[in-house]
């Protein structure tokens, strides 16, 4: 089988050599295209491949149909709204994720964005400490979780919702479940999002959720972008002047953001949660393998577009 890896943003040369070594050490072809600036290049390339293994790179109806021989998509890493699913299931091709290869990279970005929140952006002056503050948690899956045992070590009381994960499971992680997302936002000082953007959750983090958070609260987030209702949480923070807003994923509002809330906001220049050695190593090991596995044995388990 020919599979090609497509990847504007390159995986680590270590994370390229893993891949070869699953791929031909199954007996299937590896072909790269790194680094590629025009989508007629990865037209070109799909052509006549039976596999197909991305990152970021978007995998369009366009892409689909060029690709005449493709049967299996995988997105190395847990979000997969850069592939038209439902195009691709119409079309038999199988869509997967690598969910869980970079939760702890993004639970541990979600620290470093609090501590430098807490601590006002190290701009000097006396800042706070999240020993005993609550934090909660909004979806609680591979990175709530991570995040919820990071923040043990941190002394904070943790709270969780998650609508499709049951309150035993969560209670026996150590993490007191609230019976929704309100009593999330009311009672926690800090609440980090790890929702997906799907049609339910985008524009969902709007003002009257967040207008229900404690005086001095903090809102993180390292999910996506489309969740939040940009407007409206600008407009509440400016009447709001004690609520802070750190995000791994650029608003559209971006510069009005950071001029209007200085001092109480700060994105990251590009999304950053997966962006280490290990994750990036994990995940695209991860893909080859069950891609390999989907090959050999016709395992879907990974499968988001059944």
Same mark, same amino acid.
């Given at each position: 089988?020919?599979?090609?890896?497509?990847?504007?943003?390159?995986?680590?040369?270590?994370?390229?050599?893993?891949?070869?070594?699953?791929?031909?050490?199954?007996?299937?072809?590896?072909?790269?295209?790194?680094?590629?600036? %025009?989508?007629?290049? $990865? $037209?070109?390339?799909?052509?006549?491949?039976?596999? $197909?293994?991305?990152?970021?790179?978007?995998?369009?109806?366009?892409?689909?149909?060029?690709?005449?021989?493709?049967?299996?998509? @995988?997105?190395?890493?847990?979000?997969?709204?850069?592939?038209?699913?439902?195009?691709?299931?119409?079309?038999?091709?199988?869509?997967?994720?690598?969910?869980?290869?970079?939760?702890?990279?993004?639970?541990?970005?979600?620290?470093?964005?609090?501590?430098?929140?807490?601590?006002?952006?190290?701009?000097? =002056?006396?800042?706070?400490?999240?020993?005993?503050?609550?934090?909660?948690?909004?979806?609680?899956?591979?990175?709530?979780?991570? @995040?919820?045992?990071?923040?043990?070590?941190?002394?904070?009381?943790?709270?969780?919702?998650?609508?499709?994960?049951? =309150?035993?499971?969560?209670? !026996?992680?150590?993490?007191?479940?609230?019976?929704?997302?309100?009593?999330?936002?009311?009672?926690?000082?800090? @609440?980090?999002?790890?929702?997906? !953007?799907?049609?339910? /959750?985008?524009?969902?983090?709007?003002?009257?959720?967040?207008?229900?958070? =404690?005086?001095?609260?903090?809102?993180?987030?390292?999910?996506?972008?489309?969740?939040?209702? %940009?407007?409206?949480?600008?407009?509440?923070?400016?009447?709001?002047?004690?609520?802070?807003?750190?995000?791994?994923?650029?608003?559209?509002?971006?510069?009005?953001?950071?001029?209007?809330?200085?001092?109480?906001?700060?994105?990251?220049?590009?999304?950053?949660?997966?962006?280490?050695?290990? !994750?990036?190593?994990?995940?695209?090991?991860?893909?080859?393998?069950?891609?390999?596995?989907?090959?050999?044995?016709?395992? /879907?388990?990974?499968?988001?577009?059944?």
């Amino acid at each position: 089988m020919k599979i090609l890896v497509a990847t504007e943003k390159p995986f680590a040369s270590k994370a390229v050599e893993g891949i070869k070594a699953e791929i031909e050490g199954a007996g299937n072809q590896l072909i790269l295209l790194e680094k590629y600036t %025009e989508k007629a290049q $990865l $037209l070109e390339a799909v052509g006549n491949i039976d596999a $197909l293994i991305v990152r970021s790179d978007k995998v369009t109806p366009e892409v689909l149909d060029a690709a005449k021989e493709l049967k299996i998509v @995988v997105r190395a890493g847990a979000g997969y709204d850069n592939i038209d699913t439902a195009y691709a299931k119409e079309k038999g091709v199988v869509v997967e994720n690598t969910p869980g290869q970079n939760s702890n990279a993004v639970a541990e970005l979600v620290f470093g964005l609090l501590v430098y929140a807490v601590r006002n952006f190290y701009n000097g =002056k006396s800042g706070s400490e999240l020993m005993g503050k609550k934090l909660g948690i909004l979806a609680f899956g591979n990175v709530g979780r991570n @995040v919820a045992r990071i923040a043990k070590g941190f002394g904070m009381e943790i709270y969780a919702y998650d609508a499709f994960c049951p =309150k035993e499971a969560i209670e !026996a992680a150590g993490v007191h479940a609230v019976a929704n997302q309100e009593e999330l936002f009311t009672t926690c000082d800090v @609440v980090s999002l790890h929702i997906p !953007a799907t049609p339910e /959750t985008k524009q969902s983090i709007n003002a009257a959720l967040v207008s229900k958070m =404690k005086k001095n609260a903090i809102l993180v987030n390292t999910a996506r972008k489309e969740v939040i209702n %940009e407007e409206e949480l600008l407009a509440l923070m400016q009447e709001r002047t004690d609520l802070k807003f750190v995000t791994d994923i650029k608003p559209d509002m971006d510069a009005e953001f950071a001029e209007k809330l200085e001092g109480r906001y700060f994105s990251t220049p590009k999304k950053m949660g997966a962006q280490t050695a290990e !994750a990036n190593i994990n995940a695209g090991i991860a893909a080859a393998k069950q891609i390999n596995a989907f090959f050999k044995d016709g395992c /879907t388990k990974f499968q988001v577009n059944k």
